[in-house]
């Protein structure tokens, strides 16, 4: 029988990082879906990793957006990082919304709208086979929250990843770490369209332009790495 209780979030700890103190990190984003020409996730991981914050040494990789493919190149990611990977922040675009969100659990299922770009379209699957119904993320998602806000970037707690490949990338994640990477944490951020890409579309959409989506994860990147307890404030929502 397939357990039905999410795990809980393990304590938060500061990122162990490498013997000169750098805290090694892994970035990924995903390949344009769904008609776009850009996906602003992949753009905003390639340019943390050229410029990372302070004390962090980035590796941006960019995932298919294809169920089951995205997870392959994910686990050779955290793979080919090596031991002294500490931290691991996948982001993927969500289309509408107004700000970074930090995402707080995945789920342990694939329900798709729409097609990946391979042409699959999962329907009430798991995206792992008698895994856990939930994770909760283990980074300090109210602090990272707040440090973007304090950055000057908007940005919220999400209380769902949706059903698509981003949280499938999500879920994968979580029970890549706590199965076999326990001394990894590891969660998920969203990222609103770029302006280029809400400006092709009616109505027009709320966006956020790459440089500033930048801005906000490279806080969030740093107080993910850094943050020892949570902050403990309202992130919760009505519906």
């Not at 029988?1 to 103190?21: E, Y």
């Amino acid at each position: 029988m397939t357990d039905t209780t999410p795990t809980a979030p393990t304590p938060q700890r500061t990122a162990s990082g490498t013997p000169d103190g750098t805290v090694k990190v892994l970035v990924t984003g995903f390949e344009p879906f769904g008609g776009e020409s850009v996906n602003p996730s992949w753009q905003v991981a390639e340019q943390l990793a050229a410029h990372p914050p302070a004390g962090l040494d980035i590796t941006a990789v960019r995932l298919s957006c294809v169920f089951g493919t995205a997870l392959e190149e994910l686990r050779a990611a955290v793979d080919a990082a090596g031991e002294d990977l500490a931290l691991v922040v996948s982001l993927g675009q969500a289309g509408g919304r107004p700000d970074l969100t930090v995402e707080r659990v995945a789920i342990n299922v694939d329900d798709a709208r729409i097609p990946d770009n391979a042409g699959r379209q999962p329907v009430d699957e798991p995206v792992v086979p008698g895994g856990p119904a939930a994770y909760f993320s283990t980074l300090p998602i109210k602090a990272c929250a707040a440090a973007s806000r304090a950055a000057g970037v908007p940005a919220s707690v999400s209380q769902t990843a949706g059903t698509f490949v981003c949280n499938h990338v999500f879920y994968g994640l979580a029970h890549l770490l706590a199965t076999e990477r326990p001394g990894i944490r590891g969660g998920f951020v969203h990222v609103p369209y770029s302006p280029e890409q809400a400006a092709a579309l009616s109505p027009v959409p709320p966006s956020l332009s790459v440089p500033d989506a930048v801005r906000g994860l490279a806080a969030i990147l740093t107080a993910a790495a850094r943050t020892t307890t949570d902050i403990r404030v309202t992130g919760g929502a009505t519906h």
